[in-house]
C-alpha cells in the first residue's frame, strides 16, 4: 500500500488545483505572505512540505529530488487529483521537472519557481562551504539569505527569513538535499514535453538567473514561458507576494482547471 502523503494546509475550494512546495531553505511558510493574495473561490492550493521539513519533520528519508517528485504525486492522489498544477520553488522546481519527465499526463501545467534546472546545481568550492555551514550557523544562513537577494534587504526581514528557514528545517536533512540537487541530473530523459512550463524568477537572484535557465530549462521543454520579476531575488514569494501571486495567474495556472 502506498503511504499517505498528506499536506502541510489546504487553501481554497475552486475548481484550479495546485500543489506547492517550497526550496531548500525552508518549509510551507516561505509562502505565508503571498496566501492571502490567493483567490479561494478560484483555487485550491495544497502546501506541501518536503520529507524532513514543517510539518513533516519527523517523517523519514529518503531526502532526494526524486522522492520529492513522488510526494508530490502522493498528495494528489490522497486529495483526489488525477490533474493539477505543481509549483516547486529552488530545489523544489527540479523534482517538478522530474514529474515532467515521469508522469507529465498528470500535470496541467509546471510553475518553476528559481529553480534548480534538470541538470542539477554547479556550484564551486567556497559555494558549497557556504551552504554546508549555513545549515547548522544561523549567522551563515542569514548571510547565504542576504546574498541570494541582492543585498538589499534591512536586517530585521532577513532576520524574520532566517528565523523561519531554521524553524522548517533540520540539519542533517538539508545536507542530504544538497547531495541530491548538487548531483547527477535528468536533463538527457527530456523528450517532447508538452506541459506548459512557467518559469517565475527575481533578477537579484545570482544563482537562478535569467540567461542560465533560458539555456538549459528554456531548450529542453517546449512549452516554456518567463517571468523575470524586478526588485527581488530567490524568495519572491516572500520578497513580492503581490507582484509574485500576479505573475502566477498571468501565467497557465491562472486558466481553466
Known amino acids: ?9 489546504v487553501l481554497g475550494h475552486g475548481p484550479i488545483r495546485l500543489i506547492a512546495v517550497a526550496g531548500w531553505m525552508g518549509d510551507h511558510h516561505l509562502f505565508d505572505p503571498m496566501l492571502s493574495f490567493i483567490d479561494n473561490e478560484r483555487f485550491t492550493v495544497a502546501l506541501l512540505d518536503a520529507r524532513g521539513y514543517g510539518s513533516r519533520q519527523n517523517r523519514a528519508g529518503p ?13 494528489a492522489d490522497g486529495l483526489g487529483w488525477d490533474r493539477f498544477h505543481v509549483l516547486g520553488h529552488s530545489m523544489a522546481g527540479m523534482s517538478a521537472q522530474r514529474i515532467l ?8 501545467s509546471a510553475i518553476l519557481v528559481a529553480p534548480v534546472p534538470a541538470s542539477g546545481a554547479r556550484i564551486d568550492q567556497d559555494r558549497w562551504n557556504l551552504l554546508v555551514t549555513a545549515t547548522t550557523d544561523a549567522g551563515a544562513r542569514k548571510q547565504l539569505i542576504d ?38 541530473g535528468f536533463e538527457d530523459e527530456i523528450h517532447d514535453v508538452a506541459v506548459p512550463v512557467h518559469v517565475v524568477i527575481g533578477r537579484l537572484d545570482p544563482g537562478a538567473s535569467e540567461t542560465r535557465l533560458r539555456e538549459s530549462i528554456g531548450v529542453w521543454f517546449g512549452n516554456v514561458r518567463f517571468s523575470v520579476l524586478d526588485d527581488c531575488g530567490h524568495y519572491p514569494m516572500w520578497e513580492a ?11 497557465p495556472l491562472g486558466g481553466a482547471a
Open 241 to 251: 507576494p503581490e507582484q509574485f501571486h500576479r505573475a502566477l495567474v498571468a501565467g
Open 101 to 108: 519527465v515521469d508522469a507529465p499526463e498528470r500535470l496541467l
Open 63 to 75: 531526502f532526494t529530488i526524486e522522492q520529492i517528485a513522488e510526494d508530490m504525486l502522493a498528495c
Open 147 to 184: 546574498a541570494n537577494t541582492g543585498r538589499v534587504q534591512a536586517d530585521g526581514w532577513l532576520s524574520a527569513l532566517c528565523e523561519t528557514s531554521i524553524a522548517g528545517t533540520r540539519p542533517d536533512v538539508l545536507q542530504a538535499y544538497m547531495l541530491s540537487w548538487t548531483g547527477r
Open 1 to 9: 500500500m502506498a503511504e499517505k502523503v498528506e499536506p502541510a494546509k
